[in-house]
């Protein structure tokens, strides 16, 4: 399907990037973006590889390949990108203020990344409003906020101005 080993080669590489991008790909359940910087790389990659699936697609047609041939070539690499697009698309809705609901604080440290992103306000500005020093900020943010306290939350949303409401609901069996 592919003229010779090295295009094959490149086509994978290129898609692993666009994967780690996406997915961080040291910690596969953390895939958000952290800056502008992170989300304007990805946009770019994204129309760069938009434009080599193309190629690829009407290469393999050339070819003489099925359009069954094609579809199976090519979905991952579409599957990872779209992936990819949706992330931008996240944190573009993040830039927005438009969050998404937490339930049982799961989910809070995201929610305080976003706001931060919402706010316009970058890791090293974080940091000096609360006191810390930004590899504090970086860490607590490539760790979601994993382990945070109430007390510390409360300042973080202060800092960032903003206000945490909730709603509880009683579920209707206790978890033992």
Not at 65 to 79: A, F, G, L, N, Y
Not at 135 to 148: A, T
């Amino acid at each position: 399907m592919y003229d010779n080993d090295r295009e094959q080669a490149r086509s994978v590489n290129a898609m692993r990037k666009l994967f780690s991008v996406a997915t961080n790909e040291s910690r596969p359940d953390r895939n958000m973006f952290r800056n502008e910087s992170e989300k304007q790389e990805a946009a770019k990659r994204l129309s760069d590889e938009r434009g080599r699936l193309e190629a690829l697609s009407q290469r393999l047609h050339g070819q003489g390949k099925s359009d069954s041939e094609i579809k199976r070539v090519t979905d991952p690499m579409w599957s990872f990108h779209m992936q990819l697009v949706e992330e931008v698309e996240s944190y573009e809705r993040l830039c927005r203020g438009q969050f998404s609901e937490i339930q049982n604080l799961h989910g809070l440290g995201r929610l305080l990344i976003g706001l931060r992103i919402a706010r316009g306000m970058s890791q090293r500005e974080l940091a000096e409003n609360l006191g810390v020093h930004e590899s504090q900020v970086s860490r607590d943010e490539r760790n979601e906020y994993h382990g945070l306290t109430v007390q510390r939350a409360a300042r973080i949303l202060d800092v960032l101005g903003a206000r945490l409401t909730s709603h509880v609901e009683l579920a209707e069996t206790a978890v033992d």
